[in-house]
């Protein structure tokens, strides 16, 4: 009998007869705009049902993310051969028939195409026994979603360290910077009462990301203006800067008012329509913040609509699954829902879900009354000579339709 087998890792790290230890380096490499990946892999045949020589291992089933590049895989002699299975698994054959209590040395290395000043990627390990490293340009700032690794300064690196033992199941994002001097991006909107400058900073090498940047705030601010029943409301232009995660306090992106909007170097346009529209929240003297993030959300959906519709109808149907996938363990009332300054592993659960609860609702209210009724209530809340709190909220609401809108309560309270 001949035992020829496909495992995952996940399985792997549970099964006592296959033991699989993988050493994983990544290594940002600017200069060539790519993060090198190289995984030794070392695979352990304990299976009891393959002694006496009544059988033998001989292919290992491994995931690759589906962006790498120039995958290669060898072991200590030769070439190993490998075909692409589904959703990103790749199966290895090995070079020798892997008997019971014989190991198997391989490695797997592949590439990950970044920017030169800007990486952005992800560690994707599964299992206890691997052990991770990366090692950065020490002139770059590093942001890793998982905090449990201890840090090595070199001389032109920086090395971080995941030990053996600590659990990965999954991927860990990874956002690197080189803060270099910026370059600027401009042209003027014209809109509905003003012309308004656009201007656009970005580090060299984020030429596409900055065109994309300003395309889109050219086609979303006059979609904004028709569809809120309101001429932009600032008295000031718009800049948006290419930032790092922190400056961005955690988020993809920061509308700062006067000083700008703050952008991660990784974000979309979806996320840029987002904090256009906080223009127009600020000025309906909304005093909930569920409000001014759920008619951020709404109007970004909106302005999809019209410029790419199948990409809003994906974005809208992802943010309603999650909403409901997140219910049961993270609902709060609206009312009592707060975003902090900054976002960190513990907050971002429950931040997650009041802009996805948010959005529910807005969004409801918009299925409900549509874009008419809804610019009518737009105004009284521009009009309000106070604060508009969910009482007055629900006053405006209702005085703009012949709806039912009592189901707002049940989101909001």
């Not at 690759?64 to 002699?77: G, Q, T």
């Not at 994002?173 to 400058?197: G, I, M, P, W």
């Amino acid at each position: 009998m001949i035992i020829i087998a496909l495992f995952t890792p996940c399985a792997m790290a549970d099964d006592n007869r296959i033991i699989t230890e993988i050493n994983a380096k990544y290594s940002v490499i600017p200069d060539e705009e790519t993060v090198h990946v190289v995984k030794e892999i070392i695979f352990y045949n304990n299976d009891p049902n393959t002694r006496y020589w009544r059988g033998f291992y001989s292919n290992y089933n491994h995931y690759l993310p589906k962006d790498a590049k120039n995958i290669r895989s060898y072991d200590d002699e030769r070439k190993v051969v490998f075909r692409q299975d589904e959703e990103g698994y790749h199966t290895f054959m090995f070079n020798k028939k892997v008997w019971y209590e014989e190991n198997y040395r391989f490695y797997v290395a592949y590439d990950i195409e970044v920017n030169k000043n800007t990486a952005t990627f992800y560690l994707n390990e599964y299992g206890r026994n691997t052990a991770v490293t990366l090692e950065v340009p020490s002139d770059f700032d590093t942001y890793i979603e998982r905090e449990d690794y201890t840090l090595e300064t070199k001389r032109y690196s920086n090395v971080y360290s995941f030990e053996k033992g600590q659990k990965w199941t999954g991927s860990c994002f990874v956002n690197s910077v080189r803060l270099t001097e910026q370059l600027t991006l401009r042209e003027v909107a014209c809109l509905e009462e003003r012309d308004v400058e656009i201007e656009v900073n970005y580090w060299e090498g984020e030429e596409e990301w900055a065109q994309k940047m300003l395309d889109t705030t050219l086609e979303s601010l006059p979609i904004l203006e028709e569809t809120w029943n309101v001429p932009f409301p600032a008295n000031y232009n718009i800049s948006i800067t290419q930032a790092s995660i922190d400056e961005t306090q955690g988020y993809g992106g920061f509308n700062n008012g006067r000083k700008g909007i703050w952008m991660l170097h990784s974000s979309s346009e979806e996320i840029l329509i987002h904090e256009l529209a906080h223009y127009w929240t600020r000025a309906c003297n909304f005093d909930q913040i569920w409000m001014d993030e759920g008619y951020a959300d709404l109007y970004t959906y909106i302005v999809l609509k019209e410029i790419d519709p199948d990409k809003a109808d994906a974005r809208k149907e992802r943010f309603i699954h999650k909403y409901e996938n997140m219910k049961n363990d993270w609902d709060i009332p609206l009312s009592k829902w707060s975003t902090p300054e900054s976002i960190d592993s513990i907050s971002e659960e429950i931040v997650d879900f009041g802009y996805k609860k948010a959005f529910a609702l807005t969004y409801e209210i918009y299925e409900t009354i549509g874009i008419e009724e809804m610019k009518l209530s737009n105004l009284e809340f521009v009009r309000s000579s106070s604060s508009v709190d969910n009482e007055i909220f629900m006053h405006v609401i209702s005085d703009s339709t012949s709806e039912n809108m009592l189901f707002i309560d049940n989101y909001i309270y």
